[in-house]
C-alpha cells in the first residue's frame, strides 16, 4: 500500500490499540510518499520501519534522542518502538518516503533470512523468529539502496502487489544483512557480557551519528572518541573491528556519498560542493571522486 498523505493521529492510535487488544498483527506494510511544510508525527508505536527524504529534511525521534535526516541518510526503527516524526519547516517543504514493513511481512522475511536453508525445509512457515533490532542510529545511503528505493518509488504511481513485495523484501534484505554484518563484528570483540557489548553499541553509534550529522566540519579523532566518551585509540580499535575501516575512512564515505547526491541534483561549483562537505578545496574534491569512480566529478554530472 502506498499512500500520499498522513493518516489522522487519533484514528490510527485507535486502529492500533483495536488491533493489539484483539491480537491481531498490528501493522500492514505502508509506504508513505508525502509532500509538506510543517509536520509533527508524536509518540507511534511502530513495525520496523525506516525513515528517508528525497527532498529536505526531518527528523525522527527513536531510542531517546532526535535524529536529523537530510536527503542523503536513513533512519531505521524497530518493531513495536515508539518513534516520533518532525516535518523541517523549511519554505521547500520536505518529501519524505517511509516505508512501514508490515508484522506479517517482517516475520515471514526474517524467518527466511535468520535460518539455515535446511531449517527453512524442514519449517517453511515461521512459528517464532529470535528478536532482531537495528541500532536507532544514521545511515548513509549507498549506491544499491538508492537503486532499490527508485524502484519502490515507481509503484508511487503504477503500484503492482507482485514486483512490490519483490523490492520490498531485496530492501529489507539489504538492511538485515548490513546489520547482521555489524552484529557479527560485536560478537568477536570477545565481550562476556551482553550488557557490556551493547553500552559499546550505543557508544560508536553516537561517533557515527556525528559523522553523518557534522561531515562539513572538520572531525578530528580526539572529536570523535570524545562524542563516544571513550579513549582515543580504544575508540579508534573498536570502530574499526566494528564497522571495518577507520573513521576517517568513514567519514569520507559520507562525505562522497553527499559529494554525489550535490553534483546529479544541483548546479553548485566544484569548489561549492567541497566547501559544503568539508573538503579543503575543489582538487580535493576532484582527487577523492576520481578515486573512488574512476571518473572526473564533470563527467558525473554530464551524465545526469
Known sequence: MVRHNFPELAWLKALLHSRKSEGLPLWPTVVLHVRGHQEL??????????????????????????????????????????????????????ETFNIHFGDAFAREALHSLLHTQGQLLDNPHPDSTRPFQFPNRTHYRSPTFNLLIQRLQRHSTNFHQETFEEDLYSLFS????????????????????????????????LAANLIHEAYAEPLSLERLAAAACLSKFHFLRLFRQVFGQSPNQYLQEVRLARTYTLLQNTGYTLSEIADRVGLQSASSLSRLVSQHSGRAPSLLRAKN
Request: with cysteine.
Open 174 to 205: 539489504l538492511l538485515c544483512a548490513g546489520q547482521l554484518k555489524e552484529h557479527r563484528a560485536m560478537q568477536q570483540l570477545g565481550l562476556q557480557k551482553k550488557a557490556t557489548r551493547t553500552e559499546i553499541e550505543r557508544r560508536l553509534h
Open 41 to 94: 508525527r508524536p509518540e507511534i508505536e511502530g513495525p520496523y520501519s525506516l525513515f528517508l527524504n528525497l527532498q529536505g529534511y526531518s527528523r525522527v525521534m527513536a531510542g531517546g534522542q532526535w535524529t536529523l535526516l537530510k536527503d542523503d541518510t536513513f533512519l531505521l526503527t524497530n518493531q513495536q518502538q515508539v518513534y516520533s516524526l518532525e516535518l523541517d519547516n523549511r519554505k521547500q517543504g520536505t
